[in-house]
């Protein structure tokens, strides 16, 4: 993994890495459950000092407590190690080959832990999408922490 800038600073993400954030995505996608809507997903976040967290999303029969890829994965980061790093990249896919941006739910907690320049790939109705995140979300909810 390359060294990268620290939170805040201009950073480029180039194609190898969305790639390899795509394909960490894939096969966290093959782990889904999604025995109802049989749409699996993949997410790879990659946080400001290079680590790259994975998740997949995990249906349930009332489906109001599914819990998406992008969710999972920043639940196994923070529980792995704290929410003191910030994500630069974002990577979703699914095994359908449909368009998949991530939910307005995930784009609002994501929000709470990119940095101000992170770069957002997923699956768009014409291929592969790449998109600032301010782009996909430009009002985020705002609460200070007390």
């Known amino acids: 993994m390359p060294d990268l800038p620290p939170p805040g600073s201009s950073l480029a993400i180039d194609a190898a890495t969305i790639e390899r954030l795509q394909e960490a995505a894939r096969k966290a996608a093959a782990n889904a459950y999604a025995p109802y809507s049989r749409f699996r997903v993949g ?3 990659l946080f400001d000092d290079g680590f790259i967290a994975t ?3 995990i249906e349930n029969m009332s489906y109001g407590l599914t819990i998406c890829a992008e969710r ?3 639940s196994s980061a923070i529980s792995e190690r704290g929410a003191g790093h910030r994500i ?3 990577a979703v896919t699914n095994l359908n080959t ?3 941006p991530p939910c307005g739910g995930c784009r609002q907690v994501l929000s709470e832990f990119v940095t ?3 770069v957002v790939s997923f699956p768009g109705d014409n291929g592969l999408e790449l998109r600032p995140f301010a782009e996909i979300f430009p009002f ?3 609460l200070e922490p007390q």
Do not use: E, Q
């Open 43 to 45: 997410a790879a976040l």
């Open 55 to 57: 998740g997949c999303n």
């Open 72 to 74: 999972s994965a920043l």
């Open 88 to 90: 630069v990249a974002i």
């Open 98 to 100: 449909a368009a998949s």
């Open 116 to 118: 101000s320049n992170a």
């Open 140 to 142: 985020t909810f705002h």
